[in-house]
């Protein structure tokens, strides 16, 4: 018993220490904000406490049945995403899955070496080629609607950011397409 109280104390206090040197204080997560833990039941919660964080993240809700709630994060080379999934069909915004995700749009399409080569060498995430070709990245987080400590998720979501910036320089590996000189004539 006294492990888990060792250890309950030491998270807490790793979130504690976690939200300071990410910026956030922690009494204003727990004040301020109504959601103090992230879950995927609560968009507007983790939008707050995504732009407490600093990020410029943009909520968009469900418009049809088809789509998920999600909130975008500008990167350096275009969106990525938090989808909100997992979610009951008789409470539409009852979600218990956050889904961190990114694509890429290449020419051709991306090789079966990369993709194997990516999944190795990114533990935290799955990479895999999508119909057109292009290399797709997720992680899931279960939530529930238990929740996350903000400090956690953030924590979450900048190595999973990381791991985009580092797989954008091998996302393009390859893919230079067909050019024809400027003079060449077309062929039919």
């Given at each position: 018993m006294q492990k888990h109280i060792s250890?309950?104390?030491c998270l807490l206090l790793g979130g504690v220490s976690l939200a300071?040197?990410?910026g956030l204080s922690t009494p204003a997560l727990?004040?301020?904000?109504p959601a103090f833990g992230v879950k995927a039941t609560d968009a507007p919660g983790l939008l707050t406490i995504l732009r407490q964080a600093g990020y410029d993240a943009k909520l968009k809700e469900r418009a049809g049945e088809d789509e998920s709630t999600s909130i975008a994060?500008?990167?350096r080379g275009g969106d990525s995403y938090i989808l909100f999934e997992d979610c009951q069909e008789s409470v539409r915004d009852f979600c218990e899955t956050l889904i961190l995700t990114t694509s890429w749009?290449?020419?051709t399409p991306i090789s079966d070496s990369a993709i194997a080569d990516?999944?190795?060498r990114f533990k935290y995430v799955s990479v895999w080629r999508n119909e057109d070709g292009d290399p797709e990245m997720q992680w899931a987080i279960l939530t529930r609607d238990i929740g996350i400590a903000p400090p956690l998720f953030l924590n979450a979501l900048q190595r999973y950011l990381s791991i985009v910036s580092d797989f954008d320089d091998v996302?393009?590996?390859?893919?230079e397409p067909d050019e024809q000189p400027a003079d060449a004539a077309p062929t039919n």
């Open positions: 250890s309950a104390l300071a040197s990410a727990a004040q301020d904000n994060i500008p990167t749009d290449r020419t990516a999944n190795s996302a393009f590996e390859g893919d």
